[in-house]
């Protein structure tokens, strides 16, 4: 959908008949991206008696002005371009912008998006380039005995490759996420199509199982390992088994990876590092990182640091410098060192947020199955 | 997502340590579906000096009342089990249920969705049946020039099926929609796996094209009309060639059909009706009916009706009872009977909303292919 799709919504009223009106009333265009990278935020709201934006990307709260028309308003940046999310305060109350059709869906409330264009067409964006497909299949869990879903993607030109064989990347959202946010929010398959077009990246097929065994929110105290561990249980007896009865995949570790952003990162470091029989390839975007020493899941995998090191082919661990997860990571960074574990550790710019982990991914796949 | 996603916020904060701060402060739980149907809709804002609920399935708009903690709520009900939308109008400004995280997005503004779950599972739940799978497809429309997307449904068994044919449906989603809405709001997967077990529907693959050459938000006055040109257009030219190289189906027009919802309606009897030669099976569902008289795109379908209801295998015509497009569709069937072509023509109850399509979709897809 085009960040123009907002635009014009009473003309479309006029060419669908079928519509239904449109919930505003008179047409309030918000956001507006201008040419130069500003946005101007705007709100109907004739009897709200508070606006604020919230977009930690802009530096936080900032209150909307209102005009004679009762329409809030405010005008930021210029902006660098990304696909950035905001939401508002309404009278106290934190929503979603309503003139807005673009949101990102998250368990733990929506956010609206704004997309900033690059000059050109950028690493996620929808290229004149060949393009990959995505697949949703069910299946019963038999870690939780439950229906559940889990996203492919098949590279260009996987269809028609006869018997070739494709490397895998098992790819893990966040606690808010589910399946989908990385293909809808994260834009993954965009992403490989133009890296792969770009020669950067080898061909490979990208699995986004559903991260929550334990249903969310029916979490308790203590269900955070449990679900890592359903959730590793889960991705070993029914997952990898489903991908590679349905998919032309090597079946061997060197050509399999693991990765994911938050508590997906750490579901990456507990199945990576102790399932190494399993997984060659290792990566975590701003990690909900293990306990390093307590955490049964990966306390084994330092005993035998040549071990490790001759098994992993790559250990990539890296964190916004403005994430609340920060100092987590470079606990398990140290921990990493002490024992002489060869990995990669970077701290880049950014927060916990979808632009820090679209460009991890970017960073990430071109180092994989070399 | 279960509905029950939503409760617990702040216990799987402490479970899920990666995850940010719950954005409202004190979890507040909302909707809250009773086990005897009843829905109690809940807003935390002390700052706000009027929340109303607006639910047209409950009769409209619907005050909530402020309680002395802030929280502001109302019971309703009980309700038939459906899954159903709704919004908020928080000091004037209508936006969704912060703290419900499923939402149904639309073109035109997002809407909470509530889920009264039936005793049983019913014929659009996840159920224990064999599943069929997604596909999504990009492909370069020739007529828009656009990279354009499209959903595949292929049912159960199809990958296994060896060299056996499909007939297909090819299902259009309303004016406010896109290609993924039939999917993940109408979950017309689950419907036909469902129907498909239960033996009531042959298994077909469904197709599930994006109803917008035209931009969204690009339109003027007349780009209805050009909209729906450029669809049947590229529907021809390029979704049934994208679908008839990369699956296993008849290319048989008595093993096609067409059917949509609203704009989508409207866009169905265009390609049916006038491209007899592609499709035997023709379903509105609520439609945006053209003008049968003036439309260019259909008005030759009564020239010959004795050719017409010979080709014509079903020309399924729904509307419910409450819908604003009821007279349309009165006015479109009366000229049906007037040229004396076949047609099944029904008022539902309902108004213009998804419990009407995802229960036409259950009704008509039992008659194709018969």
Same mark, same amino acid.
Request: with cysteine; glycine share 8%.
């Given at each position: ?11 479309? =009223? ?18 507006? $991206? ?58 106290? $109350? ?34 004149? $380039? ?6 949703? &299949? ?34 893990? &959202?966040?606690?808010? @996420? ?19 077009? =770009? ?57 399999? =990876? ?37 955490? =049964? ?25 403005? @994430? ?38 970017? @960073? ?7």
């Amino acid at each position: 959908m085009s960040l123009k799709s907002s635009l014009c919504l009473l003309a479309a =009223a006029f060419v669908f008949p079928a519509w239904p009106q449109p919930p505003q009333g008179p047409r309030t265009v918000s956001p507006e $991206v201008h040419s130069d990278g500003r946005i101007t935020f705007r709100l109907r709201g004739p009897e709200a008696q508070s606006v604020v934006l919230n977009a930690p990307w802009a530096g936080g709260e900032i209150p909307l002005v209102k005009g004679e028309d009762g329409v809030w308003s405010i005008t930021i940046g210029p902006v660098e371009p990304d696909i950035l999310d905001y939401t508002y305060r309404i009278d106290g $109350v934190r929503t979603i912008d309503p003139h807005n059709p673009r949101v990102k869906l998250w368990l733990g409330g929506a956010a609206s998006l704004v997309e900033v264009p690059a000059e050109a067409p950028t690493y996620y964006d929808v290229q004149d $380039v060949p393009h990959g497909d995505l697949h949703v &299949h069910w299946f019963r869990s038999s870690a939780s005995n439950r229906p559940r879903r889990v996203f492919v993607y098949t590279p260009p030109g996987y269809a028609a490759s006869g018997e070739r064989l494709y490397p895998v990347l098992y790819l893990l &959202h966040g606690a808010g @996420d589910d399946e989908s946010t990385w293909s809808e929010v994260g834009r993954a398959p965009l992403i490989l199509d133009n890296l792969i077009a =770009a020669g950067k990246v080898e061909p490979m097929i990208v699995v986004m199982p559903n991260g929550h065994p334990v249903r969310f929110g029916e979490a308790s105290r203590g269900t955070g390992n449990r679900n890592t561990e359903l959730f590793v249980d889960e991705l070993v007896k029914d997952v990898i088994p489903l991908i590679e009865s349905r998919y032309r995949v090597h079946k061997d570790r060197r050509k399999r =990876a693991i990765a994911g952003l938050s508590m997906g990162g750490g579901q990456s470091l507990a199945a990576g590092l102790s399932r190494a029989e399993l997984f060659a390839y290792v990566g975590a975007f701003s990690s909900a990182a293990p306990d390093p020493v307590e955490d =049964a899941a990966v306390k084994g995998f330092t005993a035998d640091p040549r071990k490790t090191n001759r098994e992993t082919a790559l250990l990539w661990i890296a964190v916004g410098e403005k @994430d609340f997860l920060l100092k987590r990571n470079q606990v398990f960074v140290e921990h990493l060192k002490e024992h002489g574990i060869r990995h990669t550790y970077l701290e880049t710019p950014g927060d916990h947020s979808w632009p820090v982990w679209r460009r991890y991914l970017r @960073d990430f796949t071109p180092l994989l199955f070399r």
